[in-house]
């Protein structure tokens, strides 16, 4: 696996550096083998893509994070980041029983944003409304 990383990555790893009193341990997931972590999902309709979140992460308190980093100008997001997402969303919610949270990143001016909703609308952001993300708090 490439230790490349973009700058997300990287600044989503600094974070997890910050973070690390609350995190048992973390994985950076690799991409299109069949020993990483992938949800199946569709884009356009019809079309089968495999999704490899960017990072699995353990906190000390049970709960497994499984999150996926973008940069704030994603040129995906109405697209294949909005594909993702909701199917990211309604995996978490399919694992009745786990404890598993997680979502689209972003790391704004005051911190990480995710977005938790089971329908992603980039269109918002794009017009600076980010009323569909909270902090990210471990």
Same mark, same amino acid.
Request: hydrophobic share 30%; glycine share 8%.
């Given at each position: 696996?490439?230790?490349?990383?973009? !700058?997300?990555?990287?600044?989503?790893?600094?974070?997890? =550096?910050?973070?690390?009193?609350?995190? &048992?341990?973390?994985?950076?997931? /690799?991409?299109? =083998?069949? *020993? $990483?972590?992938?949800?199946? %999902?569709? %884009?356009?309709? /019809?079309?089968?893509?495999?999704? %490899?979140?960017?990072?699995?992460?353990? &906190?000390?308190? /049970?709960?497994?994070?499984?999150?996926?980093?973008?940069?704030?100008?994603?040129? @995906?997001?109405?697209? $294949?980041?909005?594909?993702?997402?909701?199917?990211?969303?309604?995996?978490? =919610?399919? @694992?009745?029983?786990?404890?598993?949270?997680? /979502?689209?990143?972003?790391?704004?001016? *005051?911190?990480? +944003?995710? !977005?938790?909703?089971?329908? $992603?609308?980039?269109?918002?952001?794009? +017009? !600076? *409304?980010? !009323?569909?993300?909270?902090?990210?708090?471990?």
């Amino acid at each position: 696996m490439s230790t490349a990383r973009l !700058n997300p990555e990287k600044n989503f790893e600094e974070f997890l =550096k910050n973070n690390d009193d609350k995190i &048992l341990w973390w994985w950076k997931n /690799g991409e299109n =083998k069949q *020993d $990483y972590f992938g949800i199946k %999902y569709e %884009y356009p309709a /019809g079309v089968i893509h495999t999704f %490899y979140p960017d990072y699995l992460v353990q &906190l000390v308190d /049970g709960r497994l994070g499984i999150f996926e980093t973008k940069d704030m100008n994603d040129q @995906q997001g109405g697209s $294949y980041t909005k594909a993702k997402a909701e199917k990211l969303q309604e995996f978490i =919610k399919e @694992q009745k029983g786990k404890k598993l949270f997680g /979502g689209i990143t972003i790391k704004k001016r *005051d911190g990480w +944003k995710i !977005n938790q909703k089971s329908v $992603y609308n980039w269109d918002n952001c794009e +017009k !600076n *409304d980010w !009323n569909d993300w909270e902090k990210l708090k471990f």
